[in-house]
């Protein structure tokens, strides 16, 4: 059974300001900035009923650099520091096996030979080597860590809600 998908993302928070003319640093939460530059709107709410109005994007030492509509000096950006910005997940086409890390979490994550489960991926872990899933228990009581590598992973099917992986020996042994 698959949860309930928000439309309105997370995609980043704005740290400071560049420049003297209200361009704005964003901290990418996504694999890249680059990722954010296809984006045509941001927005400061969750629910997507405050667009930001993004003019323009682009790249610069892995943070994006955005001008939005009325913010034109150093001191109307400062006024928006801290401020989270939300995308629309209908403007972003992910690559095929590429999902957005909210959708990850709450999978039940089984094993795809024998359907054995093993517990619900309750977070992502990014580490340089490859992420990582922290999968706990439905008792609550073990928990395990899981490499997100593509060999080990069988299917990831966020409709049926069940990520079924293909675990070496030893990962789900103990808990």
């Known amino acids: 059974m698959s949860k309930a998908r928000r439309q309105f993302l997370e995609a980043g928070r704005i740290v400071r300001t560049h420049g003297v003319r209200g361009e704005l640093v964003l901290e990418p939460w996504a694999d890249s900035a680059e990722f954010l530059l296809g984006i045509e709107e941001l927005y400061f709410d969750s629910q997507g009923q405050r667009p930001a109005g993004l003019k323009s994007s682009r790249t610069h030492k892995n943070r994006l650099l955005i001008r939005l509509c009325g913010v034109d000096t150093k001191e109307q950006g400062e006024a928006l520091r801290s401020k989270v910005l939300y995308l629309d997940r209908d403007q972003v086409q992910l690559e095929p096996g590429r999902f957005f890390l909210e959708d990850l979490m709450g999978l039940r994550a089984v094993d795809g030979r024998t359907g054995q489960v093993y517990g619900r991926i309750a977070e992502v872990i990014s580490t340089p080597a490859n992420d990582v899933y922290?999968?706990?228990e439905?008792?609550?009581?073990?928990?395990?860590?899981?490499?997100?590598?593509?060999?080990?992973?069988k299917e990831i099917s966020i409709e049926r809600g069940v990520a079924e992986l293909l675990p070496i020996p030893g990962i789900?042994?103990?808990?």
Do not use: K, N, Q
Not at 141 to 150: C, N, R, S, T
Not at 172 to 175: E, L, N, T, V, W
């Open 134 to 136: 922290r999968i706990v």
């Open 138 to 153: 439905e008792s609550g009581e073990g928990e395990y860590l899981f490499p997100a590598v593509e060999h080990m992973i």
């Open 172 to 175: 789900f042994d103990g808990g």
